[in-house]
Every structure is written in structure tokens, then in C-alpha cells.
């Protein structure tokens, strides 16, 4: 490891595009939501979906006069819908190789660190029994800023009581990769929704892709 790198002591994982390739199901469940409140979904809609939270989302679809209540009613119906789209294709959505690779790295402590409502991260970990493996969950709705500010990443690393430095994270989105590195954290870049993600260390197309233990074995050869 090159004397100017700090030692890499936790992973950081998104979840929406990391842990699940789910983004397909959110432009359908907006898609759908949308029509039945008399909006059409342009792609130019969806693009700007993307590493977004819910309360930034609403407003940008259903209306800037929304109140906070009636933003938050929208959020989660939506939600509940994604859910009900989800369920059934759950095992086949998990990003490949993602179970293989935590298994393999049992020992590092791990977070989810999204953007992602509280009742998605928590129908996600538990119905694909993923979450013997986070020690740490951060969600949108327990910072002030969401991605692309930094705030999840850096309560992420504090509730794992790790520098930012010796964190890496895991996204896909442009909003994620900067806000990792607003946190002081290498990124490695999944490419389920962006082909480029400026600023990431590495890219892999999935967790069975050898370029994340290529990069890890070579920058950081004391993680195995």
C-alpha cells in the first residue's frame, strides 16, 4: 500500500443501484404514480430522479406548492408501490456477485449510507436477509442534506466510529461518487445506471466484476 493512503477500515455501500439494481422499478412505480396524478414521466424526469431523495423528487414532479405533509403522503405512497413491484423480483434484482463478496469480507465493518425511505431500506436488508451483514444503516431522512451533500456518508462512518479517510464507498450515481468524496472517501463506482462516473477510483459493472479486487488487492493489499 503506498505510504500516503490511509489504510482502508470500513465499506460504505448505496443502496439503490449497489445493494439492488432497483432503478428500473423506480422509473416504473414514478412512472406509475405520476399518471395516476395526471403527470406523464419524461426520461428527462427520470435522469433527474437519479441518487435523489424522496422530499426533492415529489416536489420536482408533482408540484413546488406541495406542504410538507402532503410531500411526505406522496413519497410513501410511491414507496409503497415500489415495494409491491419489487417483492416478487427481489432475488433476481440483487446486483451479481454482491452476497459472494460480502461473505468474503465478513470482517470489515460495513454500512448502507442512501437516499433510499427508511421502510425501503429496511423491506430490502430483511427480505434478502442482507442485513446480518451492516452494522450501520443511514437513510435519507436522518440528515439534513441528503447526496449529494455528504451527510450520510459522514454519519455512516461516525455511528462505525471510522475516519472518513479509511472509508470506501460503493455508488452509482454522480450524486453519490460526489458526495462520497465531499466525505474524504475514495469511491468505487458500480455501473448499473451510469456507464462513467466521474471521480470514482475504480469502475465494475457488478460485484463479480475482478476489477474491484484487482484495485483492493493492489492500493490495499491488507484487505482480503
Not at 424526469?45 to 431523495?53: H, S
Not at 455511528?159 to 464507498?169: E, K, S
Not at 454522480?174 to 462516473?197: C, E, K, P, Q, W
Request: proline share 7%; charged share 25%; net charge negative.
Amino acid at each position: 500500500m503506498p505510504e500516503n493512503i490511509p489504510e482502508i477500515r470500513a465499506f460504505l455501500f448505496d443502496m439503490d443501484g449497489v445493494i439492488v439494481d432497483s432503478n428500473p422499478l423506480h422509473r416504473e412505480a414514478w412512472a406509475e404514480y405520476n399518471r395516476r396524478h395526471g403527470v406523464e414521466t419524461t426520461e428527462a424526469m427520470q435522469q433527474r430522479m437519479y441518487g435523489k431523495r424522496n422530499d426533492m423528487i415529489v416536489r420536482d414532479y408533482l408540484g413546488a406548492h406541495l406542504t410538507d405533509a402532503e410531500v411526505f403522503a406522496h413519497g410513501a405512497a410511491k414507496e409503497k408501490l415500489y415495494r409491491e413491484l419489487l417483492a416478487p423480483r427481489l432475488p433476481e434484482t440483487l446486483v451479481p456477485g454482491l452476497v459472494a463478496f460480502l461473505e468474503r469480507h465478513s470482517e470489515m465493518p460495513k454500512a448502507v449510507a442512501t437516499n433510499a425511505e427508511p421502510a425501503n431500506v429496511d423491506f430490502v436488508l430483511r427480505a434478502a436477509g442482507l442485513d446480518r451483514f451492516f452494522r450501520v444503516t443511514v437513510d435519507g431522512m436522518q440528515v439534513a442534506n441528503p447526496k449529494p451533500h455528504p451527510d450520510v456518508y459522514l454519519r455512516a462512518a461516525e455511528l462505525l466510529g471510522m475516519p472518513p479517510a479509511n472509508c470506501v464507498v460503493f455508488e452509482d450515481s454522480h450524486g453519490g461518487v460526489a458526495a462520497g468524496l465531499a466525505a474524504g472517501m475514495r469511491v468505487i463506482g458500480i455501473t448499473t445506471t451510469y456507464a462513467a462516473l466521474p471521480g470514482a477510483s475504480v469502475l465494475a459493472r457488478d460485484f463479480n466484476d475482478p476489477a474491484i479486487e484487482d484495485w483492493l488487492a493492489k492500493e490495499l493489499p491488507t484487505v482480503r
